[in-house]
């Protein structure tokens, strides 16, 4: 069965970090992009990184950009969001996400795990 | 890129013909896709590459459009459609968005 399975969420004080996992599973990992997107409480669905397959192209929402870090180990097909400098703004689900394309194009999200909360307060 | 969906709610019955659309600040080709999300739940992919319907999708749900302009149209209302619909424009991978969503409710 394609699994994607998240942890690592928690209640975090601002300015603090947290490290994010994804665990993969039923498919080959190292062949696809993969995204983090998140969902504050009550709100729509934002996008806020990708990664290529090896690792070496890395994009970010302007929002997180210098303070949140996607990386990927293939060998143990996991995703990974190192969030730093934690914000009250950024409490939300995040969602870990597989990226479908075709054509070296993203064409959509296709494979999604359940989430992770992360809430930030003091 | 900003996409615009409308409306934000809608009530509708069981058996109705439903459309939402979902307008893009430039053009975007044919690269968005649609999702389907329930309370509590991660989203649900419906629709890609603003026409094909993903595998395992009811074909009650269609999608058309090109360039700024889309619309997902759900033929025949069912009791399990009703939930938050999100589109999403993936023109790069550096950067993606999702409209705001509209939320189908029950009349």
């Known amino acids: 069965e394609v699994q994607l399975v998240e942890s690592g969420g928690g209640l975090v004080q601002p300015g603090g970090s947290l490290r994010l996992s994804c665990a993969a599973s039923?498919?080959?990992?190292?062949?696809?992009?993969m995204s983090w997107v998140r969902q504050a409480p009550g709100k729509g669905l934002e996008w806020v990184a990708n990664?290529?397959?090896?690792?070496?192209?890395?994009y970010y929402v302007d929002s997180v950009k210098g303070r949140f870090t996607i990386s990927r180990d293939n060998a143990k097909n996991s995703l990974y969001l190192q969030m730093n400098s934690l914000r009250a703004e950024d409490t939300a689900v995040y969602y870990c996400?597989?990226?479908?394309?075709?054509?070296?194009?993203?064409?959509?999200?296709?494979?999604w795990g359940q989430g992770t909360m992360v809430t930030v307060s003091s | 890129i900003q996409l615009t969906q409308s409306p934000s709610s809608l009530s509708a019955s069981v058996g109705d013909r439903v459309t939402i659309t979902c307008r893009a600040s430039q053009g975007i080709s044919s690269y968005l896709a649609w999702y389907q999300q329930k309370p509590g739940k991660a989203p649900k992919l419906l629709i890609y590459a603003a026409s094909t319907l993903q595998s395992g999708v009811p074909s009650r749900f269609s999608g058309s459009g090109s360039g700024t302009d889309f619309t997902l149209t759900i033929s025949s209302l069912q009791p399990e459609d009703f939930a938050t619909y999100y589109c999403q424009q993936l023109n790069s991978y550096l950067s993606i968005t999702f409209g705001q969503g509209t939320r189908l409710e029950i009349k």
């Open positions: 996400a597989r990226v479908l394309d075709y054509g070296g194009n993203p064409d959509a999200f296709d494979i």
């Open positions: 990664i290529k397959q090896d690792g070496s192209e890395k």
């Open positions: 039923g498919f080959t990992f190292s062949s696809y992009w």
